[in-house]
């Protein structure tokens, strides 16, 4: 007689829109766990321009309160042996609680996947923050937190004996190519906007091309608002960097690996990161990096000779790094090949740890 499967349910946003928080969601439920089957409750509205992080309305939180009663159907009709909720630490936070609250109610071991900062962000405020780790502590079976650097923040609010590790992952079999097949774009992904650091890269392209450097741009993603992306537009349009950039939007899937295994160069500007899924995707690509000097971006690039680092920023800086790169066709291939050879973020790890800790609040 074979044992009866588990079921988890994971909760949680799902792409689009683009944000590290979904594309982890979407690659835990691509698992194959031992034991478990996977059931879904999606709480983005699957709109590519969603903020997941900080921006909540009145209309999202009237949708949130909407989705307390299907999230209750989904519990009931599912009967899940456990539940993975993804929570981030933006002011959507105020809506994820009261979700908690509301799943804490079927006694369901309940695994909360903490996509967050550890600064920076709505709730880490300290005092926040407690209040954050009283309902986490009260209704959580385990807190998933993203490296050592967030376990030792966060060790000072949670239950330690809660808190386990997971790293952002990839499958790498996703971005499997040869390095010498490899063109010569560079690829930006995230949402075009100041944090990401992409008004940045904008204005070091254009120094760039004062300098008469030609280079191309392949760029993943969309602006926060049709406004702000229509200014983006107008912007390259005003200092003809049409021929330096092409905007793909939001692609997924086949298309968006295509674009990582094609590109040789990531260009990450970001202001602020948690620990970023973009960095892994990269490396899984064989790609070189060029990122601002971030600790959390460190804290993927560690000691490894595949990347350069510029002052967050400051698009002079990134300009130079970029020039630096063209310059030195030598240094790409040793890049390339140094990503090449890092194998510590495949979905592989994370298989067995998400499954052990399934099995540990289940047993």
Partial sequence: MFAKEKKTLFVGPLPPPLGGIAVINQSLQAIDYDGYSV???????????????????LTSVLSGFKKIQAIKSSIANEKPAVINFFVTSGVAILRELLYLIVM???????????????????????????IVAWFFNKNSAKIIVLSKHHLVFFEQ???????????????????????????????????????????????????????????HVQVIGVAATDHQEEEIKQLVNRHFLGDYFTFNGAVFGEKKYSLFKQSCCLLFPSHLENSPVVLKEAIAAKMAIISSDLQANRNVLGEHDNHLLFSAGQAGNLAEKIEDFLA??????EFCHASEKIKDYDVSVASQQMTNIFNSVTN
């Fill in 104 to 130: 804490s109610k079927y006694r369901v071991p309940i695994v909360i996947h903490f996509h967050s900062k550890t600064h920076g962000e709505f709730a880490l405020k300290p005092w926040r923050l407690k």
């Fill in 39 to 57: 059931a879904v409750f999606n709480t983005s509205k699957n709109n590519s321009r969603e903020d997941l992080y900080s921006r909540v309305s």
């Fill in 157 to 215: 609010y949670f239950d330690k004996e809660k808190c386990v590790i997971l790293e952002n992952f990839v499958n790498y079999s996703d971005y499997e190519n040869d390095v010498a097949d490899k063109n010569s774009d560079f690829l930006f992904v995230g949402r075009l906007t100041i944090e990401k650091g992409f008004f940045d890269l904008l204005e070091a392209v254009l120094l760039l091309k004062k300098k008469s450097i030609a280079c």
């Fill in 328 to 333: 030195n066709k030598q240094q790409k291939l």
